[in-house]
């Protein structure tokens, strides 16, 4: 069974500083890796989706990078804003006819002005 | 551009009643999904449909049952609310049956149901 672990479970930053956000799968077997933000209140938004044949994504100031064979998967945000302030979660999709994306509990991250 | 509407937003329920959770996609995505939210315990899938006339059980799919009324529109009903049912629940959808780089899952805002 797909276990998704995510560390650590809060981070408070200055802004302006770059940080790294870990999540850790159990089984390397996965199709695709992703990974959302969720204001509170609301619902997920995704932010980026590694394919597991990708090494990583980017996207503005974000960049996430994915290791099968150790089963990790970092998000690196640059210059952390206030308005980044949210938790992130990641989710390995097992993928294929049986659908499975196995979430980890989140990352609180507060950036402070 | 509505996205992926949930109603209702807020839902009180007294154990043994019924009821039933709306969600429509107005982006003409083939895939749909619901997921509850626990504190402590993360998403976890109840119920999804790969493409319009399909569903299958995900992780915890004990308690619900759910139709794929159409392209746009998947329900989640409740038979006989119990208080292990208090959660948030979330729809989602997408494009490409679990997501994919150029259509991820996009996620409505929740319905945050409370079962006394």
């Known amino acids: 069974k797909q276990e998704v672990t995510q560390i650590p479970a809060a981070l408070s930053v200055p802004e302006g500083e770059n940080l790294v956000l870990n999540c850790s799968f159990t089984?390397?077997?996965?199709?695709?890796l992703q990974w959302f933000r969720q204001d509170p209140g609301k619902g997920l938004t995704s932010l980026l989706l590694?394919?597991?044949?990708?090494r990583e994504q980017t996207s503005g100031r974000l960049n996430a990078s994915l290791d099968k064979s150790s089963g990790r998967s970092t998000l690196y945000i640059a210059a952390s804003q206030p308005g980044d302030s949210a938790t992130y979660l990641c989710?390995?999709?097992?993928?294929?006819?049986?659908?499975?994306?196995?979430f980890g509990k989140g990352t609180l991250l507060t950036v402070n002005p | 551009n509505a996205g992926v509407t949930q109603t209702p937003k807020f839902q009180v329920l007294k154990t043994g009643q019924s009821m039933t959770l709306q969600c429509a996609q107005d982006?003409?995505?083939?895939?749909m999904y619901w997921y509850r939210q626990d504190p402590g315990m993360g998403l976890r899938l109840i119920y999804y449909?790969?493409?319009?006339?399909?569903?299958d059980k995900g992780e915890v799919p004990n308690g619900y049952n759910v139709s794929r009324l159409n392209k746009r529109e998947f329900s989640l009903r409740l038979e006989s609310a119990a208080p292990s049912q208090t959660s948030v629940y979330f729809c989602?959808?997408?494009?490409?049956?679990?997501?994919?780089?150029?259509?991820?899952?996009?996620f409505g805002n929740g319905t945050r149901l409370t079962v006394t």
């Open positions: 989602a959808s997408s494009r490409t049956f679990g997501g994919s780089a150029n259509s991820p899952l996009h």
């Open positions: 089984d390397s077997a996965i199709y695709n």
């Open positions: 590694i394919q597991s044949s990708q």
């Open positions: 989710a390995a999709n097992s993928g294929g006819s049986n659908y499975k994306l196995t």
């Open positions: 982006m003409n995505h083939n895939s």
């Open positions: 449909s790969a493409s319009e006339g399909t569903t």
